[in-house]
């Protein structure tokens, strides 16, 4: 039997070895909450921000699936974030079983990620495939490609950082989110008027490519199902069902929707036009119902808050109608020493997306949308001034909005008023 002290002296030892061998490797490890992580990332700081964010984000994902944190206590994810991979691949770090990855890959309780220009990107990419490995542990699977990509984006798209980091948050502004891309590969198709729709980004297939159009598509359509207390539930249900991830997943889901699935793609219809930095759920939510009565010619009027998204009538407007359009009234838009006061016309010295800041705006909305078109169109509007006569070409709701950037309505004040009557 050895002595007390022979033992400690060979576990000291053992210890100094192991430090050498880590060292010889040069590779740096460090272990959180959650996290084991293993990188060649040259900053220790950055090192100790995503231990940090990592571990910070886990009971958050925890909250938002309503999981239990005792079943969750030994969580932990092996995960190595990489500039060189091939280092990596030398050491053993990377299985032959893992296939090429552009951006991340993650496999069981395992993660790869490359490293990023930005810290932010590196740190998305990271709890993006974080929650993957979560959905594996909780679900048995994360669903089809939509469905997986769609929420893994929705809970690794954050604000801060470190014990800081707070997730599912919309970014501000691009400055916030370096080489991040979404927004702006989504903007490109809109302006090529190749907006998915929803059936389609449903319909997605495994794409290892790194699609960064893939990820933000997905990520709207978690997104919107989980914006609306009406889809919520069955959002939520969804993940349950994570090993399925054929058509299977899909059927089940929409029998779920039922008859909200012509209001569910109308609203994908209104957001894929607006979705971009600043955009803010709390004011872009669009109150369209199956339920809204049918419009019996009867004049009525419409109030036009400035620091809101699209405002319906309340109204289904049948086919054949003709309506007359009178707008009045005036908005505030940005506090400022000088604010700027417009009326419907708009301010025509300054501009968004092609029409005056500040014009009304209306949308003519039909009612049956084709949910298995392959994309949607640009949303039917007209521009407002005083007054206007339009023809309603099929059953339509009438939606309202102020001219701005969604990103900027927080400032804004007042209202238009719009009579509408035959």
């Known amino acids: 039997m050895m002595s007390e002290t022979r033992v400690v002296f060979l576990f000291a030892v053992w210890v100094l070895a192991v430090v050498s061998a880590a060292a010889d490797d040069g590779l740096t490890r460090r272990d959180g909450q959650y996290v084991r992580l293993t990188t060649d990332l040259a900053s220790e700081e950055e090192v100790q921000r995503l231990v940090e964010s990592f571990d910070a984000a886990v009971p958050q994902w925890i909250q938002f699936w309503n999981l239990s944190n005792s079943d969750f206590a030994s969580f932990q994810v092996d995960a190595c974030v990489m500039r060189d991979p091939e280092r990596f691949k030398r050491q053993g770090l990377i299985p032959e079983n893992v296939p090429d990855f552009p951006f991340g890959y993650a496999q069981g309780q395992q993660i790869w990620v490359h490293a990023q220009p930005s810290e932010y990107y590196t740190r998305h990419l990271m709890l993006h495939e974080g929650v993957h490995c979560l959905a594996f542990a909780a679900f048995g699977g994360a669903g089809p490609t939509w469905y997986q990509e769609g929420t893994a984006e929705l809970l690794a798209t954050h604000a801060g950082t470190g014990t800081e980091l707070t997730v599912n948050r919309i970014p501000a502004n691009r400055q916030e989110v370096p080489y991040w891309g979404r927004f702006k590969r989504m903007a490109q198709q809109r302006r090529d008027g190749m907006i998915p729709s929803l059936s389609t980004v449903m319909g997605y297939q495994p794409d290892l490519k790194g699609n960064v159009g893939t990820y933000g598509w997905s990520w709207a359509a978690a997104m919107l199902l989980h914006a609306y207390p009406e889809y919520r539930e069955a959002f939520f249900a969804a993940a349950k069902n994570g090993r399925t991830v054929g058509p299977g997943f899909n059927r089940r889901l929409e029998r779920t929707l039922g008859q909200q699935l012509p209001i569910l793609a109308a609203r994908w219809q209104v957001m894929s036009q607006d979705l971009d930095y600043g955009f803010d759920w709390s004011r872009e939510r669009v109150n369209l119902s199956i339920d809204d009565p049918i419009w019996d010619g009867r004049s009525l ?68 949308t084709d949910f298995d078109a392959a994309t949607v169109g640009p949303l039917p509007m007209v521009e407002l001034s005083d007054e206007a006569s339009i023809d309603i070409p099929q059953f339509s709701w009438l939606l309202f909005r102020v001219n701005d950037d969604v990103g900027k309505l927080e400032d804004n004040r007042g209202h238009y008023e719009v009579t509408v009557s035959r």
């Open 301 to 368: 009027t419409a109030t036009v808050a400035a620091d809101r998204g699209w405002q319906s009538a309340g109204v289904r407007v049948p086919r054949g109608a003709r309506l007359r359009l009178k707008a009045s009234g005036e908005v505030t838009l940005a506090r400022t020493t000088r604010p700027w006061i417009s009326q419907p016309r708009g301010i025509t010295f300054q501009y968004h997306r092609g029409r005056p800041l500040g014009q009304l705006l209306l949308c003519v909305l039909p009612n049956a």
